[in-house]
């Protein structure tokens, strides 16, 4: 699907803002409220949305730890790949599991309250999984920058 600048400037304001009313995204993004509701359901049934989320301030709630954990495995075949990806993948803690090159194979950042949480996290379901050959954590002391919208390639013809 080709994106048009309006499409790009949908998107940049409800990354920014995803309660917005259509009625005031129209007039961010220059359209009347119809066609901007017509290309925001385009961009939604296309996939281009993937959904709508609300942001939670996590130390409010008490999960104050942040964990960066380096996995390495002892095999790197398909099975075992996917074995330990079905294996992560569901546990709440872990906000995002990547497979990535280099030393290690995967990297993950768990969120969780206490460090005795992240012992039992780490001793009951990460050092129990098959082929695990080394794991790696780093604690997180401050946060420098996160951002949550995405940046957008620029649309043909716009520079």
Do not use: W
Request: include cysteine; charge should be neutral; aromatic fraction near 6%.
């Amino acid at each position: 699907m080709k994106l048009d600048h309006i499409d790009h400037k949908i998107l940049k304001h409800l990354q920014e803002n995803a309660r917005i009313t259509n009625a005031d995204l129209a007039d961010k993004v220059g359209l009347s409220p119809t066609p901007c509701l017509r290309r925001l359901r385009r961009l939604e049934n296309d996939g281009i949305i993937k959904g709508y989320h609300t942001e939670v301030n996590r130390e409010a709630l008490g999960v104050n730890v942040t964990v960066i954990i380096l996995v390495k495995l002892e095999r790197e075949d398909d099975k075992t790949l996917r074995e330990f990806e079905n294996a992560i993948k569901d546990r709440e803690e872990v906000m995002e599991c990547y497979l990535v090159t280099g030393k290690f194979d995967y990297f993950i950042r768990v969120l969780i309250p206490t460090l005795s949480a992240y012992e039992a996290f780490l001793s009951e379901t990460i050092l129990r999984m098959p082929n695990i050959a080394t794991v790696e954590s780093s604690f997180t002391l401050r946060e420098v920058t996160r951002k949550i919208v995405m940046p957008l390639p620029k649309p043909l013809g716009m520079r």
